[in-house]
């Protein structure tokens, strides 16, 4: 007979999307009076993409999740392929300088958000079947290393560098938990860094972005506008902050306040209080995976555990450490929270998958 799937972890994903719904509406209102005299625009779009993702959620969560390593490289095909047709000009759409997104009707979609799941799909497949050749170089390495680079490729074409470093990220730390040589993946690390150098320090915006996070009050009107805008809102929040709805950042001070930037409107509107408790959220959401990852005894249920928690983790920790400027400024959501369909409808699909594998924790 099969296990209920893990309620904590649910009840905490619905608590993280409940809360990422409420503080969409009150950090976008004003926005969405102006740009589309109704002020509940996003809170209307943010509540369709919950909604459909929470029904993706369910479904997956019903669905064995063994069959993802059979259909670990018929979709790996699809997500590359994705990243390939959205840099064509007749098929992705050009926002803000950036080709990320397919456009269907009102909606856009973005599929690095897809191949992030398809990723670690991928890489819980392969780890899996390798078991302790993992350690070998041309075994290990090489293969990971060689789809990592297509992929981050296409991505930086985009351009998107944020997504990239967070899948990059990923995809180390899941070699390391196999087994591969630590020697091998920092000598990867080392020849990665001119590439990085250049693609940090030879683009314009990406090294204003860096000079902003190094000190953000040089230049507060321009580079800087963002991080202090954020740091203001932190800093007039207190412990209690200034009750929800009452914030003043997101009154055109604070760009983004609806989407990458709206853990700063949190902040505000709810204080410390409001901080700690998305936090622990996410820390519960995190424990849970990886309890599940070390609890399971099937190597691809436990590699997959491990990846999905990561997906979600890092990019929490990324997002929370930009806004509080203690990484430089990435265009990465907060997950479940942010404003965004491609993101919630795709992290909530993981979030079924964990589910399911929760359902088989201990078991072959």
């Not at 999740?65 to 047709?85: F, M, T």
């Not at 930086?156 to 990059?168: E, H, K, N, V, Y």
């Not at 005894?297 to 990561?310: E, H, I, K, Q, W």
Request: charged residues 15%; hydrophobic residues 55%; contains cysteine.
């Amino acid at each position: 007979m099969e296990r209920r799937f893990d309620t904590i972890l649910f009840i905490a994903v619905m608590a993280l999307l409940a809360i990422g719904v409420v503080m969409v509406y009150s950090s976008s209102s004003i926005v969405a009076m102006k740009r589309y005299n109704d002020g509940y625009y996003f809170l209307k779009k943010q509540l369709f993409f919950a909604s459909v993702g929470v029904f993706f959620m369910l479904v997956v969560s019903r669905i064995d999740y063994r069959i993802y390593q059979r259909l670990a490289y018929p979709l790996l095909g699809v997500a590359l392929i994705s990243l390939v047709l959205v840099l064509i000009p007749q098929a992705g759409t050009d926002i803000a300088g950036a080709r990320r997104w397919f456009r269907v009707g009102g909606f856009t979609f973005q599929p690095a958000e897809f191949m992030k799941l398809v990723m670690v799909i991928y890489m819980a497949h392969s780890l899996s079947k390798k078991g302790e050749r993992v350690k070998a170089f041309s075994v290990g390495i090489v293969p990971h290393i060689m789809v990592l680079g297509f992929t981050l490729l296409l991505m930086m074409l985009q351009p998107d560098f944020g997504t990239s470093m967070a899948i990059a990220a990923v995809v180390f730390i899941m070699l390391y938990s196999a087994g591969a040589r630590v020697t091998h993946l920092l000598s990867l690390a080392l020849l990665s860094l001119p590439a990085v150098y250049l693609l940090v320090f030879r683009v314009a915006y990406r090294k204003k972005r860096i000079m902003a996070f190094l000190n953000p009050w040089d230049d507060p009107q321009n580079v800087g506008f963002q991080i202090v805008q954020s740091f203001l809102a932190f800093g007039s929040g207190g412990a209690f902050g200034a009750g929800l709805g009452e914030g003043r950042q997101k009154m055109f001070y604070l760009p983004e306040s609806f989407t990458d930037f709206i853990f700063s409107n949190i902040a505000e509107e709810t204080g410390l209080l409001g901080v700690i408790v998305i936090i622990t959220l996410f820390f519960t959401v995190i424990f849970c995976g990886l309890k599940m990852s070390f609890r399971m005894s099937d190597p691809f249920g436990r590699y997959l555990a491990l990846g999905l928690t990561l997906v979600i983790g890092l990019q929490a920790f990324i997002n929370m450490a930009v806004v509080m400027g203690l990484l430089p400024t990435k265009g990465l959501p907060l997950p479940f929270i942010s404003y965004g369909g491609s993101s919630i409808v795709m992290t909530l699909i993981g979030v079924g998958i964990l589910l399911n594998i929760s359902s088989h924790e201990g078991r072959t």
